[in-house]
């Protein structure tokens, strides 16, 4: 019933004004500049320059889409993949190439996939870049992304919880017990959010371990073991060397198969703080989760303290953004998933200060559930998702979609951005049913 739909992660989505967006100012200047130099030291000037647009821009990743007689370069910003300059096929060429040497990979090697990192000079910056080269139909494509190389803790009141949600989830952090799980699809921000909740958990008398693959990013107080399955060291394996540390609060960096939940439950049965992330739509759909995992429901009632679940959405640019009423398919779009149709929203607009996209940053989007007695009863008679859902709706729990909507009347983000994110339909407060 939901009629939202997700965007397929590699279309560029169209500009508000349909005009092209100025993303690759230095290299289009770069490649414009007439000969002369010798062709090494332009190359070199030309993924300088390509690597300085992407940064100036906040992408994250930067694609060489090959195509018949060229190459497309386009930059993820804030999630979404656009669209930036046209390369003739010598200047791509030319630049996969070098970037290929940077990181270590063999340039003359294009049918097989290769994967390198190279330390680069960005601005003034001294920035990590994996470059990953695979052979496609059209020719060989080359994905670059920005690693970041300082991490700057993210606190918990900088996510974009609601106050209520936010009250909710740092009570749960202050008397933390069992397990604090984040639920939600790839890339929704759960990595995020489990080190927001590190950092309130990590008073200097705590000992935080974490069991993470990959490491994304190294933090200074915290004991980090890689999960290395290849050489043995599994997240079962690095579970019992872990316990052995003497830790207080244990990280697990995600659950993804009936052996990792066990050992989540085997952490979290010997009394420590268990943090971990797992893919499911909602906060109830968290516990069916589980369940596929292989759990009981006394294990899970026993064990679950705090259910997280989130989606990222693109903030509006403060800059342009419009007030307007929200247009006739918004309208329709809400009232088949019975919300309340708000008299104004925002649209974005599009500026150079946001990359002409109309939005900038991104900002979460939550549903938070404290589990109660109640809750632990009902999952210990094997309650469905629609009756637990009811039991939430009826204490006053706020849906992925309530939360969203008041990010939109906020003017926070826009109901476009809420479709194009998808997953928000599944719960409709008055429905006889839940939608999948
Ligand atoms: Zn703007």
């Known amino acids: ?77 804030d999630g979404v993949v656009i669209d930036t300059i046209a390369l003739k096929e010598g200047d791509g060429r030319r630049i996969a190439r070098a970037c290929k040497s940077l990181a270590g990979l063999e340039p003359a090697v294009s049918r097989i996939p290769q994967d390198g990192r190279a330390e680069v000079k960005i601005g003034n910056r001294l ?81 935080i371990v974490t069991l993470e693959d990959p490491v994304e990013c190294i933090l200074d107080g915290i004991t980090q073991i890689q999960v290395n399955p290849r050489q043995g060291l599994t997240f079962a394996e690095g579970a019992k060397g872990l316990l052995r540390l003497d830790p207080d609060v244990i990280l697990m960096g995600e659950m993804r198969d009936s052996a990792s939940a066990r050992v989540a439950l085997d952490i979290a ?20 989760a589980l369940r596929n995992y292989g759990l009981e429901d006394f294990e899970i009632a026993a064990a679950v303290d705090l259910i997280v679940a989130q989606r990222l959405v693109r903030r509006l640019c403060l800059k342009c953004r419009k007030q307007q009423a929200p247009t006739a398919p918004e309208i329709k779009w809400l009232e088949t998933l019975q919300q309340p149709i708000p008299k104004k929203t925002w649209h974005a607009a599009g500026c150079p200060e946001c990359s002409m996209t109309g939005y900038r940053g991104r900002v979460g989007v939550f549903e938070v559930w404290r589990l ?64 999948a």
């Not at 939600?184 to 927001?196: D, E, N, Q, R, V």
């Not at 049965?269 to 069916?288: K, P, Q």
Request: hydrophobic share 35%; net charge negative; glycine share 8%.
């Open 372 to 435: 109660h007695e109640e809750d632990a009863d009902l999952i210990l008679q094997h309650a469905d998702e629609h009756t637990l859902r009811r039991r939430l709706r009826k204490q006053g729990m706020s849906t992925l979609l309530e939360d969203d909507l008041g990010k939109v009347t906020e003017g926070i983000t826009t109901l476009a951005e809420m479709q194009a994110v998808g997953g928000f339909g599944f719960y409709t407060p008055g429905a006889t049913r839940t939608v």
């Open 127 to 207: 920035s990590a870049v994996r470059v990953s080269a695979a052979p496609t139909v059209a020719g060989e494509k080359l994905t670059l992304r920005i690693l970041e190389t300082e991490w700057n803790w993210i606190r918990l009141d900088q996510l974009g919880l609601s106050q209520p949600d936010f009250d909710l989830v740092r009570q749960a952090t202050r008397d933390a017990r069992g397990m604090i799980l984040l639920s939600g699809p790839t890339g929704s921000g759960k990595t995020t959010t489990l080190y927001a909740l590190l950092h309130e958990l990590r008073p200097d008398n705590k000992a």
């Open 1 to 77: 019933m939901t009629a939202s739909s997700r965007k397929p992660a590699d279309v560029s989505p169209a500009l508000p004004h349909g005009e092209q967006p100025l993303l690759s100012r230095l290299l289009e200047k770069c490649l414009e500049e007439p000969g002369g130099t010798e062709e090494s030291t332009r190359t070199i000037s030309l993924v300088q320059a390509l690597l300085e647009d992407a940064s100036r821009e906040r992408a994250s990743d930067i694609h060489l889409d090959p195509y018949r007689g060229g190459f497309q370069v386009r930059f993820r910003i």
């Open 269 to 288: 049965d010997t009394g420590h703080v268990f943090l971990s992330s797992l893919h499911a739509r909602d906060a109830v759909a968290t516990i069916t």
